[in-house]
């Protein structure tokens, strides 16, 4: 267990960040898309060149939803300059991801990046540390999407300072036990990740070598590098903008994620989606392996005419 000099409850939680600025233009949002196997299958297809090319120029271009965890990813890649926070950085797991989107992301912008501590959590033998990113655009001061990234920290718990493990918690959001329907998936899209995929998606800003140097995957206790959890939850949301949405990414409200287990590059990605409502209830399975390595659900704003 971790020494309670190593983790400061009361220290992390009353910490103040700096609003960080992040600017992005039309080439990182249409990099991002290609990430996420945007156009891989088919670069005619036109529910997914709209996120890599317009016709009136590449300003005019669609932005993924997904796009907005890119935009706040900086606080969760800096967590060893929290203060009051000291852990191993090769037992980290990211955990969950949880986004609400209030306007379309533009094709290019500058954002105001706003940062709280709004979960920490004692878990024995590991610590829950969850950041909430408020993102507004810096010219019109308009909020377009927040993030919540809940990160799982091995080895890093037991540094309650009483017999009741500590535990806090600002808010709530739509992070929930999820219950997958046992009935058939109302649509279900397969798709091949590329060899290269993990080393296409770093190019978005995650350049943990855990995703491109074979030894430090050995020494994470993989047999190679493997997939960013982000980039499996991109394909996710794509298959139900396809399936479900009809090829517009504006119906989507809020995107709940949980990462269960990994992905090496290559490997085929199975979608299955559940439609209940408004809500879409999802799972990935890495077809080679038939295991289950992502779930969730997507809140939708409406439904498509065509269902």
Known sequence: MADSLVIDPELIISHKFPVA?????????????????????????????????????QQFIQVLPTFAAIISFGFASNLSELPGFQFDPRLLLHGQQYIEIYKSLPSSGCIQNKASISGLHDKGKAAILEIDILSYEKASGELLCKNRTTVFLRG???????SQPFSYSK??????????????????????????????Y????????????????????????????????????????KCICRGD????????????????????????MWLEGLRVVYQVKVKERNRV???????????????
Do not use: W
């Not at 990414?249 to 299955?272: A, C, D, Q, W």
């Not at 390595?293 to 269902?307: A, N, Q, W």
């Open 202 to 241: 770093r190019l978005s800003g995650d350049y943990n070598p855990l995703h491109s140097n074979p030894k430090v995957a050995g020494i994470a206790g993989f047999s190679r590098p493997i997939l960013h959890g982000l980039c499996t939850l991109g394909f996710a949301v794509r298959a139900i903008i």
């Open 249 to 272: 990414p504006h119906m989507i409200k809020n995107i709940s994620s949980r990462f269960m287990l990994h992905v090496y590059p290559g490997e085929t990605l199975v979608t299955e």
């Open 293 to 307: 390595v992502l779930s969730g659900f997507v809140d939708l704003k409406h439904l498509s005419s065509s269902l």
């Open 156 to 162: 890093a718990g037991g540094f309650s300072k009483s």
């Open 21 to 57: 600025t992040y600017t992005y233009t039309e080439r990182d949002a249409a990099l991002y898309a290609l990430g996420v196997g945007a156009c891989a299958r088919n670069a005619l297809d036109e529910d997914e060149l709209k996120y890599v090319y317009h016709q009136d120029g």
């Open 171 to 200: 808010n709530s959001t739509g992070q929930m036990s999820l219950k997958i329907p046992k009935s058939q998936p109302f649509a279900v899209l397969e798709e091949c990740t590329q060899p290269s995929q993990a080393l296409l």
